[in-house]
């Protein structure tokens, strides 16, 4: 059974840091096809960063330059570096695994497995 377990979500003010782990087991773990997305209320999912099955590093417009994907493959972990947040980065955040080829990185019906997401709080 695939398991996602994310940690590190909190509340910060703006500006402020976070990083996010997803410990991933279950499942042959690969380092390739694995990503960040979130969810703000009232808005639907979206990608935020993900390593898609090209082995290319994706991220969305808005974090880029802020936010820091990455891995390491002994400890089946996903890591999110997240700096100089925002208000506006306020949302549930979900590590998702195992993706289909064909679809954009940062859709969800390309993903087969969801955390049960952490919630992040960036205050003004």
């Known amino acids: 059974q695939v398991q996602l377990v994310e940690s590190g979500g909190g509340s910060v003010q703006s500006g402020g840091s976070l990083r996010l782990s997803c410990t991933a087991s279950g499942y042959a773990y690969s380092r390739n096809c694995m990503g960040w997305f979130r969810q703000a209320p009232g808005k639907e999912r979206e990608g935020v960063a993900a390593?898609?099955?090209?082995?290319?590093?994706n991220y969305a417009d808005s974090v880029k330059g802020r936010f820091t994907i990455s891995q390491d493959d002994a400890k089946r972990t996903l890591y999110l570096q997240m700096n100089s947040l925002k208000p506006e980065d306020t949302a549930m955040y979900y590590c998702?695994?195992?993706?289909?080829?064909?679809?954009?990185?940062?859709?969800?019906?390309?993903?087969?497995?969801w955390g049960q997401g952490t919630q992040v709080s960036v205050s003004s």
């Open positions: 390593f898609d099955i090209d082995e290319s590093t």
């Open positions: 998702a695994a195992v993706c289909l080829s064909g679809a954009s990185w940062s859709t969800e019906r390309k993903w087969m497995h």
